[in-house]
């Protein structure tokens, strides 16, 4: 039996406001312990939340850029649970009228097609503190740190567009794409800024009827993401087949153990007696104030990837790779107006660069290699100064700190020979201390010389120190043994 | 409008209070009427009333998202029952 997967996600982004939703305590992130959790996050008596206007616009940016309904009028609710990182008993969300209504994204994939997702709504919300249950304490305990607390979301909810992997790790990259193109979230995952929550059925082939659906919370990179979301549909498909039924449950997945386990009733408490919140009066937003933020709206993803088509006639595929996250957008535009050659820059941030911050786990705002110093580089292969194996090295050289590409080029002796003439009496050197080779390459098929070449390829470049320009060593090699013939 | 016994011990355990049994058909007497005067003011007919989630004829202020708040965690960690390395302590909240 074949099986269709529906797939809708929630993702949580934490705004990169400078203050808390409620309060005026920094969210600055990686401080002290409760250095930032104020009286308000705390939940002590008789304080009362103001809510951050930056908080409110970060919001109404995002609906815009997804074509949605502003909330003229939205207003927050007390969502009731009991858990030691929320210290107020309640979540602060809003539930009946959300900031951000319906909206669309388009997302691309691999096969160059493209898709609709809509949107179901956008809410703030408030994040919690975290729990620690191993440190510098008493083991019978758990630790709480209430830094985070109080610090701005807003939870994107999709609707169940979308059917397999794929398409959901698209989605969630778009909306990376998007958050951090208005500048409105700063896309770290590593540091939980974007949490995902996914909502995944099976059905039958062709059913109209949806599967019962289970939740696994709290994916904070797009490769456990991928990971849980094949994990699950597999489960599924094996317990119905085996002539069970899914629970409706919520999960949570260890990217380290590859495991996803249910979390357990108690856990869950799934009644959250919703009510208005008394303490927050409705949030009015004017028409004026959203045309203003329309009119200063950042340029986003899919305007970007046309225009690097258009101006540094990027392929599509390029383009879009390129433009889809804001910081990787701003580097290579950087390393192109370093060289001047938008392909080659484009290569090596897309390749070589991208590449090795993965494996490092770096994101590119952290890159040890500078734009300006890439471009220096890009500069180098462009005047094929250096070859592209040199360039590695060189690149390698720039990630370990040793300078710019010129300075390594010029410290390890590497700059690429391109003098026609020096090259041209290399090869005849060569031809000359080899005269067995050329004899044989003389008296070889003529259809299978051509394979004859690479051997003297490798004498040229051993003579040169891998030095020689090797497209000008070809050609100067061609004709030198055409000559002979 | 009458409520369960098992209601009235699930809302107590959701909101964290002890119940004993000795009042909870009281406690049941009482949040029973509470939901007959709901009943009273759902037999109105709103048609037409536009939705309220705020009893006063205000809109949210916003505040400037400007830093105003110090650390003052050794004022607030005093008054904790336990704190350890900057940390409130809790009763272990997994297995």
Known sequence: MSWDTVIGLEIHVQLATKTKIFSGASTAYGAEPNTQACAIDLAMPGTLPVLNKQAVNYAIMFGLAVDAEIGQVSAFERKNYFYPDSPKGYQTTQLERPIVGRGNVEIQLADGSTKNVRIHHAHLE?????????GNFNSNFSGIDLNRAGTPLIEIVSEPDMCNAEEAVAFARKIHGIVTSLGICDGEMSQGSMRFDVNVSVKPSGSETLGIRTETKNLNSYKFMEEAIKREVERQIDVIEDGGTIAQETRLYNGDTKVARSMRSKEEANDYRY??????????????????????LPELPDARQARFVEQYSLSDYDAAILSSDAAMAKYFEAVTSACNNAKLAANWTMGELSARLNNEDLSIANSPVSAAQLGGLVTRIADNSISGKMAKEVFDGIWAGEGSADEIIEARGLKQVSDSGALEQMVADVLTANQAMVDDYINTDEAKRKKKLG???GKIMQASKGQANPQQVNQILAQKLNELL | MNIERQEIEKLATLARIAIDDSTISEVSQ??????????????????????MSHPMQATQRLREDEVTEINQREAFQAIAPETEDGLFLVPKVIE
């Open chain 1, 275 to 296: 009510f208005p919140c008394p303490d927050l009066l409705p949030v009015v937003v004017s028409d004026e104030e959203v045309a203003e933020l329309r009119r200063n």
């Open chain 1, 126 to 134: 408030e994040d919690a503190g975290k729990s620690l249950h191993e």
């Open chain 1, 455 to 457: 051997g003297f390829m």
């Open chain 2, 30 to 51: 009482r949040l029973s009427s509470v939901l007959d005067l709901v009943d009273q003011l759902q037999a109105v007919d709103t048609e037409g009333v536009e939705a």
